[in-house]
């Protein structure tokens, strides 16, 4: 049954409002609200890609929650009303710092299934790979690790996860209005819905399309919630969603079985951890590649005059793109989980190995890819992040996918929720770019239960040991880029949260040799790089970034990016 409704009118809207966010001090409706920027909070901020993903998790702090409480509410809610990449179909990392001095690096990355093979997508007649098929429907699904890692996660928290779990479940039942962005990615991927269900899910609508202001209800998620809040995590590995999931591959050809559920496992690793200019930065280590790239990146930016060179300048922007394009030809070759394949990351990240890379950086003309192998020996953009920094001095970072927008388009009918389409995140064949044209081998090839390669970078800067900045973004292989320059766009070059998050960014990863610009990135900037020998591609946006800042005075500078519906809450 289709569920949408218009706008409910302005009397019930405050209904609502009381009943999704009952213990809220700043109630906020679910059909009437607003995207907050940028805020300065005193004592708590929670910064995500929606408005009441944001009001969710401030409920939670506001009702004693700390800031891992405040990040699971806000993920939860996140899968009801951002479709596009909140989920609980996909998978994701939170990387934490908690006040006790604890540091986190949780992994709820999806596996593959136990049937997928490393030629699954290989056409045995061409011998070619078909990126369709690791990118459309129900055999580009992993196994989801979402709700396996948001009750790992939980017990970091203070609240019962019925708490948590209670903003998303009224927003699924009740519904909430959809934003104009929102209307146009569910319009925009109508036929892909129709295409790849057997059962026409709550996204797609006959009578005429969707607007802004269009009520969104999603009762069959709403049913899958409340089955994980009676029966925890099995209420979505077993028992009847795990069932609706495996028939929902049965009808569509995918491979993900009862069993596949059953085993997922949630991996607790060691956080990527170093210095940079007397702060420590936190990130996650494989099968993300965000935090060994950082690593590097930041290495090899560390002994170079950039804060001379200053922010936008020609100087600083090649600089940047020659230690990107360094870095993600390394991605290329010995990236992946490390769980199956040995990546070598004390000589990725040594200071020796990072002296040599730049040994033939020229300051004055355009590197080229070709001429850039990886280093060493041979041996998405629809992701989400959210940050939160709480009273006590906990800090959460956490970024988690779909991998494409809405995922693989398929919806686990009766379930109602997307599945992502993270096997293209493997290599599915050397040579052939995935969907953020980011290539691969054998570090990075399909094996049963293995994790996919990640670009996310869910980071947290210490200063004194104490949280400085929580930072993330969605993006695909530019996530890595965006979080370096939002990063060195503090500590470097001075600029505010707002800017850090808001300047137009720049990308590039080795292959295709191309810097990827934002539409504002200034012309004459883009005249000086062409005339150094750089080609350059304009790109509507890269990422949507969610910055905390913890400014001298101990207040929070809590910016939501400007490029989406992203919102800000906090006190
Ligand atoms: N699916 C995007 C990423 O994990 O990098």
């Known amino acids: 049954m289709t569920l949408y409704r218009q706008a409910a009118t302005l009397s019930s809207l405050f209904l609502w409002a009381s009943i999704s966010f009952a213990q809220s001090k700043q109630p906020v409706s679910p059909f009437a609200y607003q995207s907050v920027k940028d805020q300065v909070c005193n004592k708590a901020a929670v910064v995500s890609a929606h408005p009441l993903a944001s009001a969710a998790g401030l409920s939670v702090l506001q009702q004693g929650g700390n800031a891992v409480d405040a990040a699971i509410a806000t993920q939860w809610a996140l899968a009801v009303v951002f479709p596009v990449a909140g989920n609980i179909g996909g998978g994701g990392f939170m990387v934490a710092h908690l006040a006790n001095g604890n540091t986190l690096a949780i992994d709820y990355r999806e596996m593959a299934p136990a049937a997928a093979t490393e030629n699954m997508y290989i056409d045995p007649k061409t011998g070619k790979a078909n990126t369709r098929l690791s990118q459309t429907g129900h055999l580009a699904a992993g196994v989801p690790g979402t709700p396996a890692g948001l009750f790992a996660c939980h017990k970091y928290a203070k609240l019962p996860m019925a708490k948590l779990l209670a903003p998303a479940i009224a927003l699924a039942q009740k519904g909430f209005t959809i934003t104009e962005r929102e209307a146009s990615g569910l319009n925009g991927s109508k036929a892909a819905f129709e295409k790849s269900n057997t059962t026409l899910p709550v996204f797609v609508r006959n009578d005429r399309p969707w607007q802004a202001g269009d009520t969104l209800i999603q009762t069959d998620l709403a049913n899958t919630l409340k089955r994980i809040s009676a029966q925890g995590a099995k209420g979505f590995y077993q028992g009847e969603t795990a069932r609706l999931l495996v028939n929902e591959m049965e009808r569509g050809a995918g491979i993900i079985t009862l069993a596949d559920l059953k085993n997922y496992k949630v991996k607790t690793r060691t956080a990527t951890t170093f210095n940079y200019k007397g702060h420590q930065i936190i990130s996650m280590p494989p099968p993300s590649s965000g935090g060994i790239l950082l ?108 991998n494409g927008s809405y995922g693989c388009k398929t919806v686990v009918a009766g379930a109602g929720f997307l599945l992502n389409n993270e096997m293209d995140d493997f290599s599915v064949q050397p040579g052939v770019a995935n969907m953020y044209g980011a290539l691969g081998g054998k570090a990075n090839a399909i094996a049963p239960g293995k994790r996919m390669l990640s670009s996310m970078t869910p980071t947290i800067v210490l200063k004194n040991n104490k949280p400085f900045m929580v930072v993330g973004t969605p993006g695909g292989t530019t996530i890595i880029t965006s979080v370096l320059q939002s990063i060195v766009n503090v500590i470097d070059f001075g600029l505010s949260a707002h800017h850090a998050v808001n300047k137009p960014k720049f990308h590039h990863q080795w292959q295709p040799d191309e810097i990827l610009v934002e539409k504002a990135f200034p012309q004459n900037l883009r005249a000086q790089l062409t005339a150094m020998g750089y080609t350059l591609k304009e790109v509507n946006a890269i990422g949507r970034t969610e910055l905390i800042l913890v400014m001298p005075n101990g207040k929070l500078d809590a910016v939501a990016d400007g490029r989406g519906d992203d919102s800000v809450a906090g006190y």
Do not use: C, W
Not at 353 to 367: F, P
């Open 295 to 402: 690593q590097q990146m930041l290495g090899m930016l560390e002994n170079r005059p950039l804060p001379q060179y200053g922010y936008g300048t020609v100087k600083s922007v090649q600089l940047i793109t020659e230690v990107e394009r360094r870095a993600y030809a390394d991605r290329a070759e010995h990236l992946g989980d490390p769980d199956f394949y040995p990546v070598p990351i004390k000589q990725l990240v040594s200071p020796t190995y990072l002296a040599q890379r730049m040994a033939n950086y020229d300051s004055t003309t355009a590197g080229k890819s070709s001429n850039i192998a990886a280093g060493l020996p041979a041996e998405s953009s629809q992701t989400t992040h959210l940050s939160v920094v709480d009273a006590q001095g906990n800090a959460v970072s956490v970024t988690t996918t779909l």
